[in-house]
């Protein structure tokens, strides 16, 4: 593979201009396609899939459970007249609908007497709707001739008083006061019995407290326009206040939340991020001596992101805002590919060994990653899914332009630096041989095992956010004097038509009145008594016309007319109220309770297609809140929307989706490195630091009391990530120690502690934040980070010092599963091995990058190798020229042990990893790369050509007994006239011996 990004970097480095022209086509045909994708702002897309899900994420679709903001105006003592707050009340009306009316969607506080006189008539001329069985036990006692006299009486007093002009038509039209039985139905529409009227206000019994509820126009997402709002009415309030002594406003809502967090956030990471960039800007520049590194750094992640919006505009369309804005930010795991290149650049200003050096990790990190972010599809959350389909398109090609691209515009320089910075000197250490370390690791780990396990998943959303301690205050304040103390709970009534959703709130509304009769409810909300469903209608109309049967209809008004003559009222003085009781009531529809006035019905009632939700609060003690939420967990059409119990049964499904990513991506990062390494014992030496670093790190969560949330668990895969990544780096820098016998360690190591530093300044800084979710993040990342790295430094490391590096380096055979059970199964006196001693020879590369190259080679010589062996004798000293990987070396040395090899290999990399091969299993073999250092040897075996042919035929004069050429076009004519013979000439094998 780096073959192929060498050709590029080739093609494009001589053709600049062609290749800047590409890019800038690129960015503006991907650019165009991601700038078409839409941006959904749906947060029910996090909700994991699953049928009661679904009817949740209905139900929040379609219903609307925004806090209303509440306003009440407050006498401090006793001694202030209602009459006063009435006064301040108006005068703040007056600012709401005129100053602030851009800002408010709607007003409930003030009743103005047309609504009032419109509400009573709706109420009267559709009466047997609003009354219940209860009702006419009531109204039986109004029938009585006492109590009709008493009823009389007290109406004719209020005709007499003042106020008898406005009572007179309520009166005529209903002597018995019936019509009020249905109007306490209307009390339902509000929590709690805490309220009146008063001259024509909202106020509290004690009458010490005028209450407006406001719905904001703008959703608490537009914090903007809020916070304007919210700044005018807190400067109409201020002023108010200083008018009116005694009497002050205060007002609370959840749009004051959001705008306090949307603050703080905003306080937060100008503070934290600010400064980190600075530092990092610095840092980077300082290291890299070059002022547009950072610009560089951060191209290939900004052009993977493009690149993976476009393809989503491509396949999807759209993509949540809530996905791309935590995608962005797990996109910083891309970072690390342009620091690896970049370091590894600046230490080796050769592009042919940096692309052998980086290529394959770079990739394999990328499609590890890239694998671990899909799994998120097995989440079951359409947000998630978006997510791992950005994250994993945006690494795979993040890497791909940082291999072509930093190498094109990276300038290192002609000389490598030789002033090492404070990173280098940490980086040049090799932990691994820290014992302190070694052991308290490990010590560390094992406590783990028993510690991981008991980590905790807070489900309250509530704990993420900012709540300043004075708006808390008001919030207590405002919720003692609305009776919104204590638990408030949504009960929807749901259906797929308006009518089936009433039926189901029908019979909710009768247990809830129960729930209240029995004191297990203080008080509830609802339109139960108000909107019936047209089954429940036909009944009650039905009861109403069972009730007042000719006889008893016929009774009343005989009566009514006896006894009202003794008070002046004339026989036909309540005929609206006689016709009253013949009449012939019709259904009302929801389209018909507009015309009744105020009854804000919008609060409780939400159609879209095939569905409609109906919707009741309940108010009440904590401590009762479990016991009454499981009466409704299984009934039909009915949800109880308690948000901390919501976030558990929603959330809930999220961490345990989680539990199964974590095995799914093990398993998945656990193929891949198969496939890349073809070697389970270094795809497990990969693996393990990574299940390794997230047990420890779940257990520092655990003894530091950090719970996982809905925030920190999808960081961690970040996090996942960049363990992965060290991890990756860290083999691949034991393996090139163990393949060449030269240590590069310092490089890789200084490319991980660069990633280190800037995810700690990127993340780790928001631990200085005072909001609760950036610090639950900030302090995720930092422990999972600072983990990551040191069991990859410590515990990897000294685990391929184990199984590889130090066996190699005492001369002893490595550590292999195939090649135990070999030695199990005895399968080295099996005749084949005996005679070509293949697994005994290609052990030796065993864990290498050429192994798949080594094996082929061997398959495809082993018969000239035999070959040549029958021509050689033990106790000879042998030079074999072109040496390549030592191969043949090996097979004559294992044929031969009593013998002297002397290897050449004049190219570079084949003589470090022939030099590497001979470490770990001959002492029979010396290795060289220079024909000049060489001054003894009997036969010299050639394989392929050699150009220094003068030297070696210098040498083969003085010492040669036997020269075997292998594959060759070496000149044999002259050693004929030196007195050699041909022994054997077949298959491209040219055997000549000295005569003497």
């Not at 949740?56 to 209303?68: C, E, V």
């Not at 979710?773 to 930092?782: E, H, P, Q, W």
């Not at 030796?844 to 010589?861: G, V």
């Amino acid at each position: 593979m780096n073959r192929y990004f060498l050709n590029i970097y080739n093609f494009l480095n001589k053709r600049k201009s062609l290749g800047l022209i590409m890019l800038l086509a690129y960015l503006m045909g991907l650019g165009f396609i991601a700038s078409r994708i839409q941006f959904e702002e749906d947060i029910t897309k996090l909700i994991p899939a699953g049928e009661k899900q679904k009817v949740y994420k209905k139900i929040l679709q379609n219903t609307d459970f925004s806090d209303k903001l509440i306003i009440s105006v407050s006498s401090d003592s006793t001694n202030i007249q209602p009459d006063s707050l009435v006064a301040y009340a108006e005068e703040l009306d007056l600012v709401l609908r005129n100053e602030l009316a851009p800002y408010i969607e709607s007003i409930q506080g003030k009743v103005p007497d047309s609504n009032i006189s419109g509400i009573y008539n709706f109420v009267y001329d559709n009466l047997p709707i609003f009354l219940n069985s209860e009702d006419y036990t009531a109204i039986n006692h109004k029938l009585p001739q006492d109590s009709i006299r008493s009823n009389l009486a007290s109406g004719y007093r209020r005709l007499l008083s003042p106020t008898g002009l406005v009572t007179k038509n309520y009166f005529f039209k209903d002597p018995l006061n019936i019509t009020g039985l249905g109007l306490e139905k209307l009390r339902e529409l509000q929590v709690g019995d805490n309220f009146s009227i008063y001259k024509n206000y909202l106020i509290t019994k004690d009458q010490q407290n005028v209450v407006f509820f406001l719905d904001p126009k703008y959703p608490s997402s537009e914090t903007n326009k809020n916070a304007i709002f919210i700044d005018e009415l807190r400067s109409h309030i201020n002023l108010l206040n200083g008018k009116y002594t005694g009497v002050e406003a205060k007002y609370f809502g959840g749009v004051l939340y959001s705008l306090a967090n949307a603050e703080r956030i905003k306080i937060d990471i100008k503070l934290t991020i600010g400064i980190a960039v600075i530092i990092l800007l610095g840092l980077l520049i300082i290291f890299y001596r070059k002022i547009y590194v950072p610009l560089l750094i951060f191209l290939p992640s900004i052009l993977g992101g493009i690149t993976a919006i476009a393809f989503l505009s491509i396949f999807k369309g759209s993509i949540s805002a809530i996905s791309l804005g935590i995608g962005a930010i797990l996109l910083g795991i891309s970072l690390d590919y342009g620091l690896h290149i970049l370091t590894h650049y600046r230490n080796n200003r050769n592009v042919d060994q940096l692309y052998r050096d980086v290529c394959k990790p770079v990739l394999m990190s990328s499609f590890t990653t890239a694998t671990a972010f899909l799994c998120l599809i097995f989440v079951r959350s359409e947000a998630l899914l978006e997510l791992g389909i950005f994250a994993s398109v945006s690494v795979i090609f993040s890497s791909i332009f940082a291999l072509i691209l930093i190498p094109l515009f990276y300038n290192p320089g002609n000389e490598i630096e030789k002033r090492k910075t404070f990173l280098d000197k940490i980086a040049s250490r090799d932990f691994s041989r820290s014992r302190v370390l070694r052991i308290g690791i490990t010590i560390f780990f094992i406590i783990s095992l028993f510690l991981f396990n008991r980590v905790e998943f807070n489900k309250d959303l509530s704990e993420l956010n900012y709540q300043p301690s004075k708006l808390k205050s008001v919030e207590h304040k405002v919720e003692a004097i609305t009776g919104r103390e204590g638990k408030n709970i949504y009960m929807v009534a749901y259906g797929n038509s308006l009518d089936d959703a009433l039926q189901h709130n029908n019979t909710l509304y009768k247990e809830l009145q129960l729930y209240k009769n029995s004191e297990k409810i203080k008080s509830f909300s609802s339109i139960g008594g108000v909107i019936l469903s047209t089954a429940e209608q036909d009944a009650r109309i039905e009861e109403w016309n069972s009730f007042w049967e000719p006889g008893r209809a016929d009774t009343l008004k005989n009566r009514l007319i006896d006894i009202s003559g003794e008070f002046g009222f004339r026989p036909e003085s309540f005929g609206a109220f006689y016709a009253q009781l013949n009449k012939d009531f019709q259904n009302i529809f929801l389209a018909d309770y507009s015309s009744a006035g105020s009854l804000y019905l919008d609060d409780f009632i939400s159609e879209s297609e095939n569905f409609s939700t109906v919707t009741s609060t309940v108010s009440l003690d904590e401590a009762k809140a479990d016991s009454f939420l499981d009466n409704f967990e299984d009934q039909k059409g009915i949800i109880a929307l308690d948000r901390k119990a919501m976030n558990q049964s929603l959330l809930g499904g999220l961490k345990d989706d989680f539990s199964d990513l974590i095995a799914i991506s093990l398993l998945a990062v656990f193929i891949i490195l198969l496939i890349s390494y073809r070697n389970i014992e270094i795809s497990l030496l990969t693996l393990l630091p990574v299940g390794i670093s997230w047990v420890c790190t779940l257990s520092l969560m655990v003894i530091f009391h950090i719970d996982f949330n809905v925030l920190n668990i999808i960081i961690s895969t970040f996090i996942f990530g960049l363990g992965l990544d060290y991890s990756i780096f860290i083999t691949n820098a034991s393996l090139k120690e163990y393949e060449t016998g030269e240590s590069d360690l310092s490089t890789y190591q200084t490319s991980i502690l660069l990633s280190v530093i800037t995810t700690l300044l990127g993340m780790g800084v928001l631990i200085f934040a005072k909001h609760p979710a950036l610090k639950s993040v900030s302090i995720v990342s930092i422990l999972g980070v600072l983990t990551a790295v040191f069991i990859s430094f410590v515990i990897q490391r000294s685990l391929f010092k184990l199984v590889l590096l130090n066996s190699a380096k005492e001369g002893k055979e490595v550590f292999s599963i195939h090649r135990l059970i070999d030695k199990v199964r005895n399968k080295d006196a099996s005749e084949t091995e005996q005679l070509y001693h293949k697994k005994a020879i290609l052990h030796n590369y065993r864990y290498k990058s050429i192994y798949p190259e080594i094996n082929r080679h061997f398959r495809t010589y082993r018969e000239k190798y035999l070959q040549v062996s029958r021509h050689l004798n033990n106790n000879e000293s042998i030079v074999i020229i072109n040496a390549e990987y030592g191969l043949l070396s090996h097979f004559i040395a294992a044929k031969f042990p009593v013998s002297n090899i002397y290897a050449l290999e004049e190219s570079e990399l084949k003589f470090r990893i022939l030099r590497g091969s001979v470490k770990s299993r001959s002492k029979s073999i010396s290795v060289y790369n220079s024909l000049d250092e060489i001054v003894t040897g009997d036969v010299f075996i050639i394989f392929g050509s050699y150009k220094k042919e003068s030297r070696l035929k210098e040498l083969i004069r003085k010492r040669a007994k036997k020269v075997i050429l292998l594959d060759s076009d070496f000149p044999e004519r002259w050693l004929l006239d030196l007195n050699f013979e041909i022994a054997y000439r077949q298959n491209n094998i040219l055997v000549l011996r000295k005569v003497d």
